[in-house]
T-cell receptor
Framework: RKEVEQDPGPFNVPEGATVAFNCTYS??????FFWYRQDCRKEPKLLMSVYSSGNEDGRFTAQLNRASQYISLLIRDSKLSDSATYLC????????????FGQGTTLQVKP | DAGVTQSPTHLIKTRGQQVTLRCSPK?????VSWYQQALGQGPQFIFQ???????QRGNFPDRFSGHQFPNYSSELNVNALLLGDSALYLC??????????????FGAGSRLTVL
């Protein structure tokens, strides 16, 4: 079983739609959680950290459910520029810079 | 302010050869980690260097080795290349190896193709 599991998609949505991604993690001792965005053939870039209380950054909302060991990312009012792969990431309890990435979920926003 | 720089950007090798990839961390960062990203997969942690020592290692064979220099730059070496080593190799820099270490800045990567 992978430590971080995501549905690879692709998710094809029209502009303006709301889309949600979930991911599950297996290590209950994980302390830090992130969503990274990766454009085609580019490096991953931090989209947002995920906090226990949930957090929002503009059109993006991230939530953490420790009891069920899953993380979610909600994107409202999708833009064409949101098309990318979204990587779910944990620290696997180390909190020392060793990050564990999911496979990624591909989003394609259509006009 | 220069971010993380990696070289070369692309390279092609044949099975059995050896390769060296290079990374300069972001200004102010002293920790370098290397990740391997196969096509269609997420990045996988190879190892981390801090104070010129390997601090953590992922599940990679000894064919993968590295080094960190006094100026914090780093090299990744892979010996006896296999077809399965074809991937994007990402370097990430951060500060220290405790609470700040999870904030990574990635370089654009070195794309290795093994024929």
């Amino acid at each position: 079983r992978k430590e971080v599991e995501q549905d690879p998609g692709p998710f094809n949505v029209p502009e303006g739609a709301t889309v949600a991604f979930n991911c599950t993690y297996s290590n209950s001792a994980s302390q830090s959680f992130f969503w990274y965005r990766q454009d085609c053939r580019k490096e991953p870039k931090l989209l947002m950290s995920v906090y226990s209380s949930g957090n929002e950054d503009g059109r993006f909302t991230a939530q953490l459910n420790r009891a069920s060991q899953y993380i979610s990312l909600l994107i409202r009012d999708s833009k064409l520029s949101d098309s990318a792969t979204y990587l779910c990431v944990t620290d696997g309890s180390s909190n020392t810079g060793k990050l564990i990435f999911g496979q990624g979920t591909t989003l394609q926003v259509k006009p | 302010d220069a971010g993380v720089t990696q070289s070369p950007t692309h390279l092609i090798k044949t099975r059995g050869q050896q390769v060296t990839l290079r990374c300069s961390p972001k200004s102010g960062h002293d920790t370098v980690s290397w990740y391997q990203q196969a096509l269609g997969q997420g990045p996988q942690f190879i190892f981390q260097y801090y104070e010129e020592e390997e601090r953590q290692r992922g599940n990679f064979p000894d064919r993968f080795s590295g080094h960190q220099f006094p100026n914090y730059s780093s090299e990744l070496n892979v010996n006896a290349l296999l077809l399965g080593d074809s991937a994007l190799y990402l370097c990430a820099s951060s500060v220290g190896i405790s609470s700040g270490a999870n904030v990574l800045t990635f370089g654009a990567g070195s794309r290795l193709t093994v024929l």
